[in-house]
């Protein structure tokens, strides 16, 4: 990691929200100055509805380069795109629904498809298409936005499930026994080549796991958010009161 992680404590979803709208801003302009596009890969769950609702508004969204932007999914459930358990169905709402141009740089991860193995070559496929890395290399991605669950899962890599201990697949399938449902994910090669991950974490039921993956002790159990730790990139933790209250 290039640096350690920057933790930042917000009052609430609102102002760690348009925080978060203003990082993109900023870093979508850099790239666009040098007519280069730009990655940026969107976590699903609840946390980060305002920040696509924001990135959709008049304030933010007229500052970014959509047109240069391609949107991947950090993850997603296995259920048809308009369930209402789909990150791509909140994201559409939220977001692409909002902001044509911004639907014409999205990546969809297709888990609805029967066959999960072969979306999930497909969408690395895509990942390497779009990002062209090296031969050998992970594509990187710009920006990855990521949340974490109170079981410290973040993307759908949750623990005492297969998909933590993958280190050679970018994406795979990943059955989640606690839901008793298939899920598909990025997975640590590909989030660890990434340039900055920001992670948005609010709610008081997220404190005690904060405090475990922050300040972990010795021979504490290590969950699967503290393995975000890539080689050359910056970690970032966007947390709201409730969530920084025990650190
Ligand atoms: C998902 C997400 C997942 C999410 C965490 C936190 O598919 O659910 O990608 O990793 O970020 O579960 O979810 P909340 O933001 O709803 O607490």
Request: charged share 20%; hydrophobic share 45%; net charge negative.
């Amino acid at each position: 990691m290039t640096n350690g992680p920057e933790i930042r404590r917000f009052n609430g979803i609102e102002d760690m929200s348009e925080a978060a709208a203003g990082l993109i801003v900023a870093r979508t302009g850099e790239k666009a100055a040098n007519g280069k596009p730009f990655s940026l890969a969107l976590s699903g769950g609840n946390t980060p509805r305002r920040l696509y609702q924001l990135l959709a508004s008049d304030a933010f969204s007229a500052q970014l380069p959509w047109q240069q932007i391609h949107l991947f999914q950090v993850d997603e459930r296995c259920v048809p795109p308009d369930h209402s358990l789909s990150n791509f169905r909140m994201i559409r709402e939220e977001l692409l629904d909002r902001v044509p141009a911004a639907k014409s740089g999205f990546h969809r991860m297709e888990a609805e498809r029967p066959d999960l193995d072969q979306t999930a070559r497909d969408y690395a496929n895509e990942l390497a298409h779009i990002l062209q890395p090296a031969p050998g290399q992970v594509p990187r991605l710009d920006l990855v936005l990521l949340g974490m669950g109170n079981d410290g899962h973040t993307a759908s890599l949750f623990p005492a499930s297969k998909a933590p201990a993958e280190m050679k697949l970018w994406v795979m399938p990943n059955y989640v026994e606690k839901f008793h449902m298939n899920r598909m994910t990025l997975t640590f090669p590909v989030l660890n080549a990434a340039a900055e991950l920001v992670f948005l974490v609010a709610g008081a039921d997220k404190a005690e796991t904060i405090q475990k993956v922050l300040h972990p002790g010795q021979g504490a159990p290590q969950f699967p958010a503290q393995g975000i730790c890539p080689a050359n990139g910056q970690v970032r933790w966007y947390l709201d009161a409730d969530a920084a209250r025990l650190i």
